[in-house]
């Protein structure tokens, strides 16, 4: 069995730099493979039959690995969505991220009104490199950054999202950022514009022009007080504080909100009825009558339903059906009341 101190023994014993007869006769001394120890000596390899035992040799020899082991280059942009259309705070968006200057965004929003889409789109229609990547509280350093892989039984270093944002200039998206624990707190430098210094290779990371973050969630980093967002957390103040601007986004009017759905169903009626159903619940909702919402997303789900089944009350119900019992039916008995074509009391044919 090598020892772990493989490197260590050698250059005790034969100083820095050992050659192919030094590693021999280590071998017939010590009982190991030739083979075996050389593999494991890799990285220290600087030509054939030499390799220099020094931390130096070592790093330049490791990012040379890291340079073949990153991510593929290849075209990040994001395919543009030809059912978009731009609301809100898009064209702010847009004149940010063709600044190409770094300056973070938060975005905050209820659930399923665009935000996340809204950027994805603002870098189709300018042609810029997205990286996007879905906060949970299980995501670290590790995730963010990068870390070693095991790769061909070889081990080394691979970068993480945030780091190829960064060496590319790409626009990163951290989605859903109020999920997140205390270990996002690794990206305060990068939030600075400062870039990352990777510890484990001891390489510094500098952002390339264009690089920008965008964060997007639910709250505003304070956490989810009325229990609706259950998982948000509150973020450190000196995180959040590293965001110049903070965008509010609001679900589309009903006149934008009609034309998104007629861009995904040919039944300009029905959109125009279930616009006028979702803008009913949402009032309600903001002064407390009921305790869910109909998002912008759900209503795109119920016309795609539409389009398969031809049904729209079973388009309406298989899509509400994700809410309890009693308020799944009282936005059943609304629609009813918007829409005089469909009978929620109709029982379905199977």
């Avoid at 305790?291 to 389009?307: F, G, K, W």
Wanted: neutral net charge; glycine residues 8%; aromatic residues 8%.
């Amino acid at each position: 069995m090598i020892p772990a101190d493989l490197v260590n023994s050698l250059r005790d014993t034969y100083g820095t730099r050992v050659t192919t007869g030094d590693i021999r006769a280590f071998c017939a001394m010590r009982g190991h493979r030739y083979q075996t120890v050389t593999k494991r000596l890799e990285s220290y390899k600087v030509k054939r039959g030499v390799w220099e035992l020094t931390v130096k040799e070592a790093r330049k020899q490791l990012e040379k690995t890291v340079a073949t082991t990153t991510v593929e280059k290849q075209n990040l942009v994001p395919s543009s969505d030809n059912t978009f259309v731009k609301f809100g705070n898009f064209n702010d968006i847009k004149k940010i991220i063709s600044s190409r200057r770094f300056y973070p965004v938060f975005i905050t929003g209820l659930s399923g009104n665009g935000k996340t889409m809204g950027v994805e789109q603002a870098c189709s229609q300018i042609n810029r490199e997205l990286i996007r990547v879905n906060i949970t509280i299980e995501t670290d350093e590790d995730d963010l950054i990068g870390g070693f892989r095991l790769i061909n039984g070889n081990t080394v270093w691979h970068n993480g999202p945030v780091v190829e944002a960064l060496e590319r200039g790409a626009v990163l998206l951290l989605d859903e950022i109020d999920l997140a624990s205390n270990k996002i707190l690794c990206l305060q430098s990068i939030l600075e514009g400062k870039g990352v210094f990777l510890k484990k290779v001891g390489r510094y990371v500098k952002p390339a022009a264009g690089f920008n973050v965008i964060a997007t969630a639910n709250t505003k980093g304070k956490g989810s007080e009325d229990g609706r967002f259950i998982g948000t957390n509150v973020l450190n103040e000196a995180f959040l504080e590293r965001f110049p601007i903070t965008l509010e986004q609001e679900y589309p009017s009903s006149k934008i909100e009609q034309k998104i759905l007629e861009n995904q169903c040919s039944d300009a009626v029905f959109c125009k009825r279930l616009t006028d159903w979702a803008d009913i619940i949402r009032k309600t909702f903001f002064e407390g009558g009921v305790d869910e919402i109909i998002s912008t997303r759900r209503l795109v789900h119920i016309v795609q339903a539409y389009n398969i089944f031809g049904d729209k009350l079973k388009a309406i119900k298989v899509c509400v059906n994700r809410f309890d019992d009693e308020t799944k039916q009282s936005f059943l008995d609304l629609y009813d009341k918007v829409d005089e074509t469909v009978d929620i009391h109709t029982e379905e044919v199977v």
